[in-house]
């Protein structure tokens, strides 16, 4: 079964000041072989990341499954590339 992570647990995760106990937990969920993104959490949590921070998300990104959102929404894709 597919698995989404929610923009909430991926902003948790990639917090520097976030407790190691919240990352431990969130970890195995975004490793997971499963686990997909969705446009509008990638272009949510870049939105709020620091500029020295996107490459080390951008690795987790990369190993994942980006599904498209389909019809009007698709703008996600052009503005999170741009970031």
């Given at each position: 079964?597919?698995?989404v992570v929610d923009s909430n647990l991926w902003i948790d995760?990639?917090?520097v000041k976030a407790p190691a106990k919240i990352k431990q937990f969130i970890l195995p969920h975004l490793l997971?072989?499963?686990t997909y993104l969705i446009e509008p959490v990638k272009f949510e949590v870049?939105?709020?990341?620091k500029l020295s921070e996107i490459p080390r998300?951008?690795?987790?990104?990369d190993r994942l499954i980006l599904l498209d959102t389909p019809g009007p929404v698709n703008s996600f894709v052009s503005v999170s590339q741009g970031l």
């Amino acid at each position: 079964m597919a698995t989404v992570v929610d923009s909430n647990l991926w902003i948790d995760f990639s917090r520097v000041k976030a407790p190691a106990k919240i990352k431990q937990f969130i970890l195995p969920h975004l490793l997971a072989p499963d686990t997909y993104l969705i446009e509008p959490v990638k272009f949510e949590v870049l939105r709020f990341t620091k500029l020295s921070e996107i490459p080390r998300l951008q690795k987790f990104f990369d190993r994942l499954i980006l599904l498209d959102t389909p019809g009007p929404v698709n703008s996600f894709v052009s503005v999170s590339q741009g970031l």
